[in-house]
């Protein structure tokens, strides 16, 4: 498996990203929504992914949505905030704080 092989999408009922390997959730980056941010709170790989690229790509191709989409995010989560900082080109997308 590749991370090409990993597709990525939004399921907002269980508010959570999605990574998937075929029909199989391969892991999932879960957040909460408020007014044009989503706040990140935890990202979890399935054990039979892990070290294969699953996480990194989620968070990736999630990040990519959220500027698509033109929002913000919180990083409350330890994996989207190794993920910022190892890929400070999605800085932008880090909410001001208040």
Known sequence: MTDADVVVRDHPEVSRYEGLVGEQVAGASYYERGDGVLVFTHTEVDPAF?????????????????????????????????????????????????
Request: charged letters at 30%.
């Open 50 to 98: 892990e070290g294969q690229g699953v996480g990194g790509r989620l968070v990736q191709e999630t990040l990519d949505d959220v500027r698509r989409r033109g929002m913000h995010i919180v990083a409350r989560c330890p994996f989207v905030r190794a993920f910022l900082e190892r890929h400070p080109e999605y800085q932008d997308l880090v909410a001001p704080s208040p």
